[in-house]
């Protein structure tokens, strides 16, 4: 009896050839399902039958954009309640990070990047006891974030478009994504949906910090965290959804020209056959 990943690709297969696709498409068709086993380890999870799988389902993220509130709330509670004690608030945000961290390990996020964000959290109350300023706690942030909207921008240059990196990575193609032209259009077409979020931190950011606004820093945080994170993942699911041709299989199975079909490098380049 065939596996339902196997039966799954037949499928897939029969009704790539029923529409007239390509043999090429559905060669890709059969080698995308196969490697969703072989590659990641375990078949990757597909939608609910009737509603189109979205880049939420793919990526999540609101879980951990409100992960990553918590210690700025945290800090603004203890700051205030503490009668604007610098102390007190980085007290407050850093046993609050270390609690999200333990909390995250146990519901089983990778080790290293709650490291990471516990790190980020000691990091930014240094730079605060440092300087002796509240509002400085949040300029790490503010940094990251207009770090990443150059690195969103200059990806889309380059036409290696963050979007595209990273539904690749969560989907195990690597780079044979970029291969697909109309793939790749539709990714950087969604990568500025992502780049233009990190530019409306950064101007709502900037002037708040520089006015030592601590509340209102920590109120722009949280409604430009999660909020804007779910609005983003569904906006440019939108865009990428209608920059794709009719009849295009989806972002699980790239459409690879004929002439390139055949093996890959991590990059997604062609190699030769032995």
Known sequence: MPSPSRARANVSERSGAARGWPAAVVRRLRWDRREEVTVTGTPQQE???????????????RRGAVDATLPPVAFAVGWLLGG????????????????????RLRRGDRPRSVLV?????????????RTGRAADFFLLQLLSNAASALAWAVSIVLRWPLLGVVVGVALGQRGRWRRDPALLRAYGRGSWV???????????????YLGGQVVALVVARVALTWPLVAAALAVSWVVVRRSLPAGHPGL?????????DGPTDVAGRPTTRA
């Open 47 to 61: 939608p609910p039958a009737g509603r189109p799988e979205s880049l939420a389902d793919l990526l999540g993220g």
């Open 84 to 103: 604007e004690s610098l102390w007190a608030g980085v007290a407050a945000a850093v046993v609050t990070g270390a609690a999200v961290a333990l909390w």
């Open 117 to 129: 964000g516990l790190l980020a959290v000691c990091v930014a109350a240094l730079i605060a006891l």
């Open 194 to 208: 992502w780049t233009a979020t990190y530019v409306l931190r950064v101007a709502v950011f900037v002037p708040l």
């Open 252 to 260: 699980r199975h790239p459409v690879i020209p004929a002439a390139q």
